[in-house]
Nanobody, 121 residues
Framework: QVQLVESGGGLVQTGGSLRLSCVSS????????MSWYRQAPGKQFELVAS??????????NYDESVKGRFTISNDNAKNTWYLQMNNLKPEDTAVYYC????????????WGQGTQVTVSG
């Protein structure tokens, strides 16, 4: 069983930055999609950003609300993917979850435990 461990959340002021990390117990080269989701108080569970690993290379996707502010990236050597969050807003306050999907066999999905991001202002 694959384990994903998230870290990097915290309390920041409006306009501040945080970097979230998701460390996998399995080589992330075996994952086809790595992503970040969030659930804010009283809001829908939503996809924030994803990075897809296909035969022709990596492709990224962002929710419109975070384009230009958030960046998803990965480091295969560290079995880790990141979410760099800049110019944070109070509406970014949420629990953030990392997710990995493998498009083979039973198409397993793996989730992290969540990390709290709180933006005050």
């Amino acid at each position: 069983q694959v384990q994903l461990v998230e870290s990097g959340g915290g309390l920041v002021q409006t306009g501040g930055s945080l970097r979230l990390s998701c460390v996998s117990s399995k080589s992330i080269s075996s994952f086809n999609v790595m992503s970040w989701y969030r659930q804010a108080p009283g809001k829908q569970f939503e996809l924030v950003a994803s990075i897809a690993n296909f035969n022709d290379g990596l492709r990224t996707n962002y929710d419109e609300s975070v384009k230009g502010r958030f960046t998803i990236s990965n480091d295969n050597a560290k079995n880790t993917w990141y979410l760099q969050m800049n110019n944070l807003k109070p509406e970014d306050t949420a629990v953030y979850y990392c997710k990995a999907v493998q498009f083979s066999g039973p198409r397993p999905e793996y989730w992290g435990q969540g990390t709290q991001v709180t933006v005050s202002g």
